[in-house]
């Protein structure tokens, strides 16, 4: 029972953290609280679902062409949607708020295009479902896939952002983007970058999830919702705090589903995150202003 | 606030120029005019394409492409007004009453949900329309009826599923089958509570023994740690009352971790087509609410037709209760000879219709279709009705349920 737990709430908290890492990404550099951001992540399935059963594409195949996409697609948003309200924010506050109203905005065209072209049915396909055993226990595939991916992803980003150049002109800007400007980093540049990285990073999860989980088009706002909590309780802008914090909550629900009461996960949720905060108010990996 | 404030305009706009559209040619009555409001966004809305709305454009497709309605001595057909009340009550609420005062329907079709339908309740009273409730699922259904003398519940009271199972159960453990032992899931949301209360109640009467019993809130993704669980106390009988992303993840998991009691049964989405696109041949001998008779002939055109028209097969459950009370609808108006409310309504009570249940009638005390189908079972690609046993239709229930397929 206890080996049931630990691998469920592993598989479910890599998916977490997962999804967490993109909006992690956009909210910490770019400073855009996309509320749109679970949206990306149902479009994605959909996409996925609809290469998978007419085309016959495995999802897995499919992220070679869905992850650039999505980085395209997230790279235009910021282009044309939210630079000029980059452009016309005085402070960093002010750019928070214009971008959480347009990203609502956003929000209702992406689900309305999704209702469009697929309707408001609940979809579901099977695929790499096969079950596998593991330390004397029993696990879909599909979930040892997703964990595999957030823990590849979170490396690769943890990676990229402290190893490389653009890695730390990234972080500076996350930091203070004013003094990142004088030191000659192209802070408009690197905030589109991120958001980008983090709109690939969404789709990916999108890909992910829908090997296992029905959806439909309105769902996307649960993944907003999960993703912020896990974004916050690891410290905006860090990934090694969304990939922890994603983990946690995903091992914190199993654990009370399997010995408590399945009822109260949600509630223990709010809890530990509630707590996280009044301990440490930056979030886990975050550092107090 | 100001980007919300124009939200609200341009749904308002939106609404206005649909008004006016659907308000221009209604000078002489030329046509009969049916307003709804369903759930085409939000969290209902997964249910309303699945059972509602395909039965709407079905119905309406059908008269129209047969000349209309025959009212009298004319035939109208029928011009259509729809909002969508984006899974709110509170906005179900206000366009059912734009429908009947501002748009001036002759007709009101129900909104999905049993929520949305207790909500809208006493304005459907209020301005005499019929409500004639195809997707809801509540106890107070003979209470309700009695407040609102107009309105019909097709699809029974949550008591009649969970002791309709029961029962079969009873009979199973009567012939030495099942022991006492059964474990109960459900959702923490208005059909888990009232169907696991129910469900309770009805084994606990009986002697049974739960030896699980928890509920799960909306929108739990993981379900595997339930089913791990349940394995591991190995009851003969497991039931889920849950929804369509919980069904589909309970039947996954316990597929993945190999959980195949004697009798599985799971909740709201069994009986619907993704069900059976999803896991094909390991939908075989799952059990859940409703149920049809495949060797009907009235059951085969309506599923023929179904899918000629939406493109898309009807769910072998709540789609049969709200394409009937159209039928019944339909029948009664044309029975009455005129769109009058009032005449129509008097003819839905007393009259008896042909519908795809059969020949129903709701001339009884709490305004439902006696004997549907309560509990049935997928057996090889079809949603079988197993229970009321006395039904005319009624299939055998196939017992244990089969080995889960390997993988696929």
Not at chain 1, 20 to 33: D, F, K
Not at chain 1, 110 to 129: D, I, K, P, R, W
Not at chain 2, 73 to 101: F, G, H, M, W
Not at chain 2, 242 to 259: E, H, I, K
Request: glycine share 10%.
């Amino acid at each position: 029972m206890l080996t049931n737990a630990i691998l469920s709430g592993l598989t479910m908290g890599g998916m977490y953290a997962l999804v967490a890492m993109g909006l992690t990404l956009q909210y910490g550099v770019s400073r855009i609280m996309n509320l749109a951001y679970g949206e990306f992540v149902i479009a994605a399935s959909f996409v996925a679902f609809l290469l998978f059963t007419s085309g016959g594409l495995s999802p897995l195949v499919s992220l070679l062409i869905i992850v650039p996409a999505g980085f395209a697609v997230s790279y235009l948003v910021y282009g044309i949607l939210l630079t000029p309200l980059v452009r016309r924010a005085r402070s960093r506050e002010a750019l928070e708020a214009d971008s959480i109203l347009s990203t609502f905005g956003l929000l209702f065209i992406v689900q309305g295009l999704m209702l469009v072209f697929f309707g408001g049915n609940y979809t579901s396909y099977s695929y790499f479902n096969t079950p596998v055993q593991i330390l004397g226990t029993t696990i879909a595939a599909n979930r040892l896939v997703v964990l595999g991916f957030a823990v590849l992803f979170g490396a690769a980003c943890y990676f990229f952002l402290m190893r490389t150049r653009t890695g730390v002109a990234l972080r500076a800007v996350a930091v203070d983007p004013i003094a990142a400007g004088l030191v000659a980093v192209d802070v408009r540049w690197a905030a589109a970058l991120a958001f980008a990285l983090g709109g690939a990073i969404a789709v990916t999860g999108g890909v992910l999830v829908s090997m296992f989980l029905t959806f439909n088009a309105n769902i996307g706002v649960v993944f907003t919702m999960k993703a912020l909590i896990v974004v916050i309780m690891g410290g905006v802008g860090n990934v090694a705090g969304a990939l922890a914090a994603g983990i946690i909550l995903g091992l914190v629900e199993s654990f009370v589903a399997t010995f408590v009461d399945p009822g109260l996960t949600i509630a223990v949720t709010y809890a530990v995150f509630l707590a996280v905060l009044l301990v440490r108010p930056g979030g886990l990996f975050g550092t107090a202003k | 606030m100001k980007n919300l404030s124009k939200l609200r305009l341009s749904y308002a706009l939106c609404a206005a120029s649909l008004a006016l559209i659907a308000a221009s040619p209604a000078l002489s009555q030329e046509s009969v005019r049916i307003g709804y409001v369903v759930s085409k966004t939000g969290a209902n809305a997964g249910g309303a394409t699945t059972s509602t709305i395909p039965n709407y454009e079905l119905w309406v497709h059908e008269i129209n492409e047969a000349g209309g309605i025959q009212v009298g001595d004319q035939k109208l057909k029928i011009e259509v007004v729809e909002y969508d009340d984006r899974s709110s009550s509170e906005e179900a609420v206000r366009a059912v009453e734009r429908l009947a005062t501002q748009d001036k329907v002759d007709f009101i079709l129900t909104p999905w949900g049993t929520g949305n339908n207790l909500a809208v309740g006493p304005i459907f009273d209020k301005y005499g329309y019929p409500q004639i409730a195809g997707t809801s699922v509540t106890d107070r259904a003979p209470d309700l009826a009695k407040r609102w003398p107009n309105s019909y519940w097709l699809l029974g009271t949550g008591g009649s599923y969970a002791e309709g199972f029961v029962d079969l159960l009873v009979k199973l453990r009567e012939e030495g089958k099942i022991g006492d032992e059964v474990a109960m899931a459900s959702i923490a949301d208005g059909f888990g509570i009232e169907l696991s209360t129910a469900g309770r109640t009805a084994l606990q009467e009986n002697g049974f023994k739960l030896v699980y019993d928890q509920t799960y809130p909306l929108g739990t993704q993981d379900l595997a740690p339930i089913v791990n669980e349940v394995k591991a106390l190995n009851p003969d009988v497991f039931i889920a009352f849950s929804y369509p992303p919980d069904t589909l993840g309970l039947t996954d998991q316990a597929r993945v971790l190999g959980f195949n009691p004697k009798i599985f049964y799971t909740g709201v989405a069994t009986a619907f087509p993704l069900y059976k696109d999803r896991f094909k041949d390991a939908a075989n001998g799952v059990v859940s609410l409703g149920g049809i008779d495949p060797n009907d002939e009235k059951v085969k055109a309506y599923i023929a037709k179904h899918k000629e028209v939406t493109g898309k097969e009807p769910d072998r459950w709540a789609s049969f209760m709200t394409y009937a009370g159209l039928q019944a609808l339909q029948q009664s108006i044309e029975q009455s000879g005129t769109l009058d409310k009032e005449k129509v309504s008097e003819v839905l009570r007393t009259g008896t219709f042909d519908t795809v249940l059969g020949n129903i009638s709701f001339d009884n005390e709490n305004r439902q279709v006696p004997n549907i189908f309560t509990v049935g079972q997928w057996q090889d690609g079809e949603f079988v009705g197993l229970v009321p046993t006395d039904k005319e239709g009624s299939g055998e229930l196939v017992f244990p349920k089969p080995e889960w397929p390997a993988a696929q």
